[in-house]
């Protein structure tokens, strides 16, 4: 650097301006740091000197010509939500604005588990309403279409107006389920007889009341400030006046029946504007007045002035008109929407997002009833994913003749499984012209017959539009029932018959003629037989059959013993025919000597 310092002590110095353009490429850190790799000219020096892609890196150390220093470091492991570059694991390469794309935001987080309320107090079941049930089954019967039974059950669900809530206390283990209690105006359901009261004073008053505004006097005294619901915004009135308890209750019980109490009180807001305080005292001019509808006879009606003296009435003198308690309650879709605060519509909301992710209850509990109306259910498939018609399969038996245009529409179908209707007449056309059909096709005789194929149940069409053809059942690998069974053994006389008759010839008698014949005088005279009645050929074949069977089952000693029994039934005679030849000898010595 020049020496600015002046020869003259009275000449000023000179300031020599320094170039801090020279300084750009200057990085106070390691070349392996990220400042080095943050430098203007980084990119352009290692494109020239040649970088990791091109041509050999020139040494690190200032001034050295060996090899590059080897980093030791361990690889580091990329993140696992970082997103994938083209490098593997790697960053992924920059955008035209040198940015790289970010990892997941919060807005991509994965999607929150599944957890829907679950009531304590209540568990809930469905069933579909009668009309909507009714307007479905009709539907289904017009379109003869073929449904997935869990999307019927979640048509049902899809709207409070078509289904039934049955609603029952919670059972603890080894305990008796307790009763519900109902309003008795609408079936809503509750834990308790005060809560049903309550219920039904806040909405069904005119049921047992004739409510009136009367024009009162306005409260007087010291009122610097007033109360107000932060949850409904509704003034409650100054802490001084004497009917602001009352009136705090009254507002917890029918508009935040839910909310604890404490919590309430807690989280009261103070309004000291004169302007809030004066439309309280403006509201309180007026009043409302409840008198009792019913009326015994000889007294006068009864005339209530605040919401607890007409509740007190209906706890104590109508309780019985007003809370039911049942073993469950059974209350439309309806009725709980409009309620939403209560513990019941908790309950049911909760079940009925169960039941729209998996409606295995709901679909069980219509499974009967379609029975009923004579619905098809049958499952299908690796799955086993249960359908539901109107029209019960038919599947054809071979050999089964239909007219040329059925058979035809069936066959294509068989070889285009799951098409779709919509695509089928042009897809058809197509077809007949590689079978090499001629003549123009009829596209509406095409569509009616696909429509007569469907309702007769030899073809399925489904919910998506598509058509499949049912196969030929073979009934003649189905086992002989019961029934068939003499017909099977008619069938094996008939068949040894002639075995026998060929065989019959054959046999000779081993003594000749009377020898044989004479078996069977002996038997018949031992055993006391009738005459013989002569046989018929069918009688004859069948009793050879039966002969044969029974030598074929039975075991070889029994046939051994028969044949030493025939041959002593053979042998019997010869005694007999020795004494009647000695007795004649006998008589013919006599007759010689006389």
């Not at 509750?190 to 069904?204: G, K, L, Q």
């Not at 018929?536 to 051994?560: D, G, R, Y």
Request: net charge negative.
């Amino acid at each position: 650097m020049p020496d600015s310092t002046p020869k003259d002590p009275n000449e000023e110095p000179k300031k020599d301006s320094v170039d801090l353009s020279d300084l750009q490429s200057f990085s106070f850190g390691t070349q392996w740091t990220a400042a080095s790799k943050s430098s203007p000219d980084s990119g352009k020096s290692r494109s020239s000197k040649g970088g990791p892609r091109g041509g050999d890196r020139p040494g690190r150390r200032p001034g050295g010509s060996g090899p590059a220093r080897k980093d030791r470091r361990p690889p580091r492991a990329p993140r696992p939500d970082a997103p994938a570059g083209e490098h593997g694991g790697e960053r992924p390469p920059r955008d035209q604005g040198g940015r790289r794309p970010r990892g997941r935001g919060r807005h991509d987080s994965p999607r929150a588990p599944f957890h829907p309320y679950e009531s304590p107090v209540f568990d809930v079941c469905f069933y579909p309403e009668d009309n909507c049930f009714s307007a479905i089954i009709k539907a289904m019967r017009g379109n003869h279409m073929t449904y997935e039974l869990f999307q019927v059950a979640k048509l049902f669900m899809e709207k409070p107006d078509r289904f039934i809530a049955s609603v029952t206390r919670k059972v603890a283990e080894g305990q008796k389920p307790e009763r519900v209690s109902i309003c008795a105006i609408d079936n809503m359901p509750f834990a308790s007889d005060e809560e049903a009261i309550a219920h039904a004073m806040a909405h069904h008053a005119e049921e047992f009341f004739n409510i009136e505004e009367v024009e009162v006097e306005a409260p007087t005294g010291n009122f610097q400030f007033v109360n107000r619901c932060p949850f409904t915004k509704e003034l409650l009135g100054p802490p001084n006046y004497h009917k602001y308890e009352a009136a705090l209750r009254n507002h917890h019980r029918t508009r935040l029946p839910n909310m604890s109490f404490e919590k309430l009180q807690s989280s009261i807001e103070t309004v000291r504007e004169e302007e809030v305080i004066a439309a309280w005292l403006e509201s309180q001019k007026k009043a409302t007045r409840y008198t009792a509808k019913e009326v015994a006879e000889g007294e006068e009606a009864k005339v209530f002035d605040s919401v607890e003296e007409a509740m007190t009435f209906l706890r104590t003198t109508l309780k019985a008109k007003v809370v039911k308690q049942v073993n469950y309650a059974r209350v439309s879709g309806n009725v709980l929407e409009q309620y939403k605060d209560t513990e019941a519509y908790k309950a049911m909301d909760g079940e009925r997002q169960r039941q729209q992710r998996f409606p295995l209850d709901a679909a069980n509990a219509i499974r009967g009833r379609m029975r009923r109306e004579k619905f098809s259910i049958y499952k299908k498939g690796a799955k086993g994913i249960t359908y539901v018609c109107a029209t019960k399969r038919n599947f054809r038996s071979p050999g089964q003749v239909m007219s040329p245009d059925l058979d035809r529409i069936i066959r294509f179908i068989e070889a285009n499984q799951l098409t779709k209707a919509k695509d089928m007449p042009a897809a058809y056309q197509e077809w007949l012209k590689s079978e090499g059909v001629e003549g123009e096709m009829d596209e509406k005789k095409v569509v009616r017959d696909l429509h007569w194929l469907i309702a007769d149940g030899y073809i399925s069409h489904f919910e998506d539009d598509t058509l499949f053809a049912q196969p030929v059942l073979d009934t003649g690998s189905a086992k002989p029932s019961s029934k068939a069974k003499p017909s099977g053994e008619k069938a094996k006389a008939e068949a040894a018959a002639p075995a026998a008759e060929a065989a019959a010839p054959e046999a000779k008698p081993a003594n000749g003629g009377e020898a044989a014949e004479a078996p069977a005088e002996s038997v018949a005279a031992e055993a006391g037989a009738k005459p013989e009645v002569p046989e018929t050929e069918a009688e004859k074949q069948i009793s050879a059959a039966s002969a044969e069977e029974t030598s074929a089952v039975e075991p070889p000693e029994a046939k051994s013993t028969e044949t030493s029994d025939s041959a002593e039934s053979v042998e019997k005679p010869a005694p007999a025919s020795v004494s009647e030849n000695a007795e004649g000898a006998d008589a013919e010595e006599k007759s010689e000597k006389d």
